[in-house]
């Protein structure tokens, strides 16, 4: 599987970062050597093999639905970048912002 | 043309389909997958946070073995399967009231899966599927300085919502009309008030509906182009926006043109629809098992568990309510809209007021009291064993028509212990017919004009004379017995 | 002089010939004459360490006996583990000044027996790397040789080991990153069991491969503070409630009866050959304390990389979405949002976290999913099947920790090359079995570690068959540069 320009584009939207030209040039080569390595892994027979999520044989690990004390707000926002002492704020929202 | 004309005209030629998705928070005490309350009424922005809601660095989510319950006792009355084996996702996006940046939801296996949500319409029974109902979690909430997303220049974000346990409630494409949209929209709810997992409120927004709808050509096979609707915080709300988009959608294809797939929001002032945002590109949700959270096995036993905690739901206890007590259709639906209603009068029956007496007060004067005071019968002063003791002296002659009317309207709020009123305030009606005699001789003497109206012809006369024998008894007159009475001293000519 | 061991100074502190707040005042000076060179530190918790000392030392006082052996040892922490109102980075600029209103289980418990927090020590961002060469604040240098690598990711807890400032730290291994820098820094390095330490509070890298576990001079160390940190953890749903093993019972009962396996894919081309010398040697060692060994197979070692290297990346890809410039941490200002997004997360990553975050997007994005992440899902299936059938020949597999010796920085540039660090440690995590490195040699003065590996809850064998090689030799004695100027 060969990779594009294209999609290095569409996957850094995805994830959300910004990268400049020479960087999004640079991971194009480095991702394409790195999925060109983990390409062996298409040659294995999997027919039979059941997916791994996690280790371990653990199932219905659950909580009581007991209540605790919040942390409270002023805990909350004390490392928030910006917030105006109720909330935490951030910029216009605009329709585009939840796409892709 | 109006919607009331424009909506079976487009009707003959179209068939609409519409599907609903139902988001319901869940009525339990903590929050999905950390141990802060689920209730954040009244708490200040962010306060009803912890680490784990907040999303930050290190921080694990739990499961809460109450909303696995809730959501299967949901699945369970709307008859669907609980696979034996299910597991959490990561449904992966990015926006503000989303701390992790993923919302962990159920993607290929969800709790439960096909089943059915049945209500009459028009005299036919609707049969809508229900796709799914699957476990999640809610995220926080935004508000937009300078009102309008449009226009705002900031966002303030209240993490306060963000984790409550909320079910997907998916149903099957199977709807046909707004109305038919409208009313298992109605049923579904009060199921899930009937079992205890929802409060229900849809201007709170806990209980939300999206709809999916789209138009075919009638006779077509092929789907016509999906619209998704959002933003209707009431059932007329759900009704007017579908109403509204068969409109524009029919308007659309009648025109030649054709639809987008897209997201459109219901504007109440408006009274339309106007576009969000296409689905030109869709969504990558890079859904993936959470590794955080071991899957969960769900056994029979644990199934058959949760089923033996299910109440009777609305419409089997309005079925037998219509056998067991002989009430019509209509007193069997209002008796059972909710739950707290429907125990309330099985309460009353059991204690010995007749059904039928029960069911007459209970829909009409204590129904009334409790709208007017916002106070159901159960948290009245009165509550259930008052009304009992109050109909008991109704049905026993104790106490006549406009004096237990009075006493209810009294007692309700204030409450107390009707017997002991009555005796102590002498209210018990007078029934012994020569008291009475001597007193209808009377009122036919102080009201000749009105007795011989009546004698000629006139019934509403008859009023007039009653009144005067009540007023001369204190209001306490056997009113039948009274009736009676005049009408036999004042034979028709 | 050889730094002195957490057994060795808990008896100190019994004797009376010293006391916290003195071994707080010669590790503090230690660090103030070595971390210039080493920078092993991102953060010293001077006010913290105090405060803990005292609180120790009065612990000390009323119950000597009944005292943890870790009451008043001073020791450090990497800093991808939260402590409350400490800063924590995560090797990151994503997260200078970022303070945790909370501490995490596996911190808090060694809190809880006495320990003094002297600081949180450097790593790659978010954990990511072989070599710490990828943290934002500059490299971790190897005490052992200034101008190599320790290792990584946590290279700065393995070099303040090594050096001798504090006599352990914790790490996170997710991939191997406490085995190999314990490999390339001189040190013993433990990986317990998945599930067997709680990862709350623990910065996530992988979640589903992440371990904490201990850096120290002695197998008898590492028991010790597993002990202090292992166990069930309600705020863990992947911790295992199974009860946990006292690994000091069974430290001692040495290898004889044991059959240890030799995985050939272990030794493959890529070891260098003093690796497999001194690897070799170590395993005559074992012979000669009445150990069988046998050579083994793990046909999908060279696969398992591949395996990783989706899971990890996948699995950080969502991990590190959290950071979004919302709630802490950093924040490029934007006009809208989808641009603060995207400046914030630009400017906020380094390079392989980058690489890493764009590698796991592509792997779980739609049409790749099946090819990619679900295959490597099934693989792991396979990896962790190997390990079963290995570990019904043999009582546990030892073999190289890293199949080179500490490598020059900047020597390694392609991304690939690094990764072939991890290829021998890597597949532990994939299977969440058990693995220590204990070192076993040198090669030019450089260290050699060797790995040993045992079935999922074994966690003692582990430490019981590098306790008994320890003993038969004395590689763990031999003091870096930078300890001899230990106090």
């Known amino acids: 599987m060969t990779l594009s320009r294209d999609d290095v584009d569409h996957v850094a939207t995805l994830a959300r970062l910004g990268l400049s030209d020479a960087e999004k040039d640079r991971l194009l080569g480095e991702l394409e050597a790195i999925l060109g390595h983990i390409a062996r892994l298409q040659q294995v027979d999997t027919s039979a093999l059941a997916e791994t999520a996690q280790v371990g044989d653990l199932v219905n690990v659950m909580r009581a639905d007991e209540p605790a004390e919040p942390i409270g707000a002023a805990a909350a926002l004390r490392n928030a970048p910006a917030s105006d002492g109720s909330y935490f704020v951030v910029g216009a929202i605009q329709g585009t912002d939840l796409d892709a | ?493 | 002089m050889t730094p002195r061991s957490i057994t060795q100074l808990a008896a100190a502190l019994r004797d009376g010939s010293a006391t916290p707040r003195a071994l707080l005042a010669d590790a503090f000076r230690h660090i103030e004459r070595t971390d210039q060179d080493l920078h092993a530190y991102l953060s010293v918790t001077r006010e913290l360490a105090e405060r803990q000392a005292d609180v120790a030392a009065q612990m000390l006082e009323d119950q000597p006996d009944a005292a943890s052996p870790l009451c008043g040892i001073p020791m450090a922490l990497k800093d991808v583990l939260c402590v409350d109102g400490i800063e924590t980075t995560a090797g990151s600029k994503m997260l200078r000044g970022f303070k945790p209103p909370y501490t995490g289980t596996a911190v808090q418990r060694l809190f809880d027996a006495g320990a003094v927090c002297l600081g949180k020590t450097n790593c790659d961002e978010f954990a990511m790397g072989s070599s710490t060469e990828n943290s934002a604040y500059g490299p971790v240098g190897n005490p052992w040789d200034i101008e190599r690598v320790p290792g990584g990711s946590s290279g700065g807890s393995a070099a303040t080991v090594a050096a001798g400032s504090v006599p352990y730290a914790l790490g996170t291994d997710t991939g191997g990153s406490i085995r190999q820098p314990a490999a390339l820094s001189g040190v013993v390095g433990f990986k317990p069991t998945y599930g067997r330490v709680s990862r709350y509070g623990l910065i996530a890298f992988a979640s589903s491969l992440d371990q904490i576990g201990p850096f120290t001079r002695t197998v008898e160390d590492s028991a010790l503070v597993y002990a202090a940190i292992a166990g069930h953890d309600p705020r863990d749903s992947t911790s295992d409630p199974r009860h946990v093993d006292d690994p000091l019972a069974s430290l001692r009962a040495g290898v004889a009866g044991m059959r240890l396996g030799i995985p050939r894919e272990y030794l493959g081309e890529g070891t260098e050959p003093g690796v497999r010398a001194a690897v070799e040697a170590a395993f005559r060692v074992l012979e000669s304390q009445g150990a069988t060994l046998q050579e083994v197979s793990l046909p999908s070692t060279d696969v398992a990389l591949s395996v990783y290297y989706i899971i990890a990346p996948a699995e950080c890809s969502s991990n590190l979405a959290r950071y979004d410039g919302v709630r802490f941490g950093n924040r490029v200002e934007r006009a809208s949002l989808t641009d603060m997004y995207l400046q914030t997360r630009g400017a906020g990553f380094g390079d392989e976290v980058k690489r890493r975050v764009m590698l796991g997007t592509y792997a779980l994005s739609s049409g790749y999913y099946d090819a990619y992440y679900r295959q490597a899902q099934k693989v792991r299936t396979l990896v962790s099947q190997e390990f079963e059938t290995v570990f019904k020949q043999v009582d546990a597999i030892v073999c190289p920790t890293s199949p080179s010796v500490a490598f020059p920085m900047g020597s390694r540039n392609d991304p690939l090359s690094m990764y072939m660090c991890d290829v021998v440690t890597l597949p532990a995590n994939l299977a969440g079995v058990p693995g220590i490195s204990v070192p076993c040699g040198f090669v030019d003065g450089l260290p050699v570690g060797l790995q040993v590996i045992a079935p999922r809850f074994e966690d003692s064998r582990v430490l019981r068959v590098a306790h008994a090689y320890e003993q038969a030799t004395s590689f763990n004695t031999v003091p870096s540069p930078y300890a001899s100027e230990a106090a």
């Open chain 2, 1 to 493: 043309m109006t919607e009331a004309a424009t909506i079976p005209a487009a009707l003959e030629r179209y068939e609409v389909v519409i599907g609903l998705e139902v988001h319901a928070q869940l009525l339990t005490r903590s929050k999905m997958f950390c141990p802060c309350p689920a209730d954040y009424t009244g708490a200040a922005p962010n306060e009803n946070t912890c680490p784990v809601c907040l999303g930050l660095p290190g921080v694990l989510p739990t499961i809460n073995r109450q909303a696995v319950d809730c959501t299967v006792r949901t699945a369970l009355a709307l008859h669907c399967d609980i696979p034996a084996f299910t597991k959490f996702d990561r449904k992966n996006y990015f926006y503000p009231d989303l701390p992790k940046g993923y919302q962990i939801s159920q993607y290929d296996l969800p709790l439960s899966v096909n089943g059915h949500l049945e209500f009459p319409l028009g005299g036919e029974t609707v049969r809508c599927g229900i796709t799914r109902v699957h476990l999640e979690e809610d995220t926080g909430t935004m508000h937009h300085a300078g009102d309008v997303l449009q226009s705002a220049t900031s966002s303030l974000i209240d993490l306060n919502r963000c984790g409550v346990p909320l079910m997907e409630i998916v149903g099957e494409p199977d709807l046909r009309t707004p109305e038919a949209a409208r009313e298992y929209l109605v049923r579904l709810r009060q199921i899930l008030m009937y079992i205890g997992v929802n409060d229900g409120n849809l201007e709170k927004g806990s209980f939300r509906c999206d709809a999916n709808i789209s138009l075919r050509l009638r006779g077509a096979t092929e789907l016509g182009v999906k619209v998704e609707v959002k933003n209707m915080n009431s059932f007329r709300a759900v009704q007017r926006a579908l109403e509204s988009e068969i409109e524009r959608q029919t308007g659309v294809l009648d025109a030649g043109g054709t639809l987008m797939q897209e997201t459109r929001g219901w504007v109440e002032t408006q009274g339309r629809t106007i576009s969000q945002r296409s689905k030109e590109q869709a969504h990558d949700y890079r859904y993936f098992p959470e590794p955080d959270l071991p899957p969960l096995r769900l056994d029979a036993a644990f199934v058959e568990r949760v089923r033996a905690t299910l109440p009777e739901l609305p419409e089997a206890r309005a079925r037998r309510f219509l056998e067991q007590y002989g009430l019509t259709a209509y007193d069997a639906a209002v008796l059972t809209d909710t739950r707290e209603d429907a125990d309330a009068y099985e309460a009353l029956v059991a204690s010995g007021v007749p059904a039928k007496l029960a069911a007459n007060w209970q829909s009409g004067d204590v129904a009334a009291l409790a709208n007017e005071h916002r106070l159901p019968l159960q948290r009245s002063g009165l509550g259930v064993d008052g009304l009992a003791g109050l109909l008991r002296l109704v049905d026993a002659g104790t106490i006549n028509g406009p004096t237990a009317k009075e006493l209810l309207a009294e007692l309700y709020v204030s409450g107390g212990d009707p017997e002991a009123v009555v005796r102590d305030r002498g209210l018990a009606q007078v029934s012994d017919p020569s008291a009475l005699s001597a007193l209808v001789d009377a009122a036919i003497a102080g009201n000749p004009t009105a007795a011989a109206d009546f004698r000629a012809g006139k019934q509403q006369a008859l009023g007039q004379l009653m009144r005067a024998v009540k007023d001369a008894t204190g209001g306490k007159a056997d009113m039948p017995l009274l009736n009676r009475l005049l009408r036999e001293r004042l034979p028709e000519q």
